[in-house]
């Protein structure tokens, strides 16, 4: 049987009415990098499935969640576990939201409560000065538009870890900790539709917060670098297995 060399960590999902509608978060990241579901393993961490031993031969995308990194839940604390030992062999590792905090909570660094509170909608992305010499970054544009849902945040850096891209709101958007492992606050997997559903769920939250919801919705739309620097990581750490999985006919469509 052949193995997939992308792994999906599942590590939440969306609320019921989103998820009768959207579908589930494997299911939007397979969109966002147009493959079948049946292109990727998926673990549903969060759910108590079990965790394989790290593979350098393969990468895993860690996804995000609706819980928080500081709960310390069970299953986090394995999942940080499994990321040093990835880490130690040199399995790629891409991070999205949770999955870019736990990274940097398991490897050092410290994560917390945005100070400023909640980051949410399309929000301009802005490279660092070392992004232009970084392989995965160097052909990006200096800004770009990303999605964004989030409360907590990376406030410390793990050592030896750099930041490649900052938003007004967040100065680590963008976070590399070796050659193959790096994660994103934003989410590289929305799509406007889930997005602005996103929005739409939180409504009263929002405007709780005293925020211009129509406004936000208006500022929604496709975000492509944003879902490119996850195409090009796995392109550039999956190599040949990499145009195996995108050469795959799809079903799936935006």
Do not use: K
Request: aromatic content about 8%; some cysteine; glycine content about 6%.
């Amino acid at each position: 049987m052949q193995v997939s060399p992308i792994i999906i960590l599942q590590v939440g999902t969306p609320p019921e009415e989103m998820l009768a509608v959207h579908d589930d978060v494997p299911v939007w990241f397979c969109h966002a990098l147009q493959v079948p579901v049946g292109a990727v393993e998926v673990v549903r961490v969060f759910e108590g499935e079990p965790l394989q031993e790290p593979d350098p031969r393969r990468m895993a995308i860690i996804t995000g969640s609706w819980a928080m990194v500081t709960e310390r839940l069970p299953w986090s604390e394995t999942m940080a576990a499994w990321i040093r030992e990835a880490m130690r062999v040199h399995m790629p590792l891409f991070g999205v939201c949770y999955g870019h905090q736990l990274m940097a909570y398991a490897l050092g660094g410290r994560v917390d409560y945005h100070p400023q509170g909640r980051e949410a909608g399309n929000q301009q992305i802005t490279l660092t000065p070392e992004a232009q010499h970084d392989p995965l970054l160097n052909t990006f544009p200096q800004t770009f538009t990303a999605h964004l849902t989030h409360m907590q945040t990376v406030v410390e850096l793990p050592p030896g870890a750099s930041a490649l891209a900052y938003s007004s709101h967040d100065p680590h958007q963008i976070v590399r900790y070796g050659p193959n492992a790096v994660s994103t606050q934003f989410h590289p997997e929305f799509t406007p539709a889930i997005s602005s559903a996103l929005l739409q769920f939180r409504a009263e939250i929002l405007r709780g917060e005293g925020r211009d919801l129509d406004a936000m919705l208006s500022e929604v739309r496709d975000a492509p670098e944003a879902r490119n620097v996850l195409r090009f990581f796995i392109q550039q750490t999956c190599g040949h297995h990499s145009q195996d999985i995108f050469d795959q006919p799809s079903v799936l469509h935006y």
